[in-house]
């Protein structure tokens, strides 16, 4: 699966951003997608969830009620809506994929877009 991230940049405190995340190539595989970011000098870490099929959705503690991660199966795209942006927001977003193909599972990852919340 190939993910090509988008709509990273520089937003004040208290802004709003929202990210973007095609994919191509084996769709149908796909069960779920994800929303990571890493700041400068720290580990990559998770950032939402939605399955595939039912939207089922999942958050880290630091962006519930600020993040919405949502999907349009149509055009395989899953997108993140960020809200109430913070300084410590500030980071590479990367999505990844999770598909199955016959009876193992892989992980994808996109790019990563900037994300820079700053006055």
């Known amino acids: 699966v190939q993910l090509q991230a988008s709509g990273g940049g520089l937003v004040q405190p208290g802004g709003s951003l929202r990210l973007s995340c095609a994919a191509s190539?084996?769709?149908?595989?796909?069960?779920?997608m994800n929303w990571f970011r890493q700041a400068p000098g720290k580990e990559r870490e998770f950032v939402a969830a939605?399955?595939?099929?039912?939207?089922?959705?999942n958050y880290a503690d630091s962006v519930k009620g600020r993040f919405t991660i949502s999907k349009d199966n149509a055009k395989n795209t899953v997108y993140l809506q960020m809200s109430s942006l913070k300084p410590e927001d500030t980071a590479v977003y990367y999505c990844?994929?999770?598909?199955?193909?016959?009876?193992?599972?892989?992980?994808?990852w996109g790019q990563g877009t900037q994300v820079t919340v700053s006055s």
């Open positions: 190539g084996r769709t149908a595989s796909i069960y779920a």
């Open positions: 990844k994929a999770q598909y199955i193909l016959g009876s193992k599972k892989y992980d994808d």
């Open positions: 939605i399955t595939w099929i039912s939207g089922s959705t």
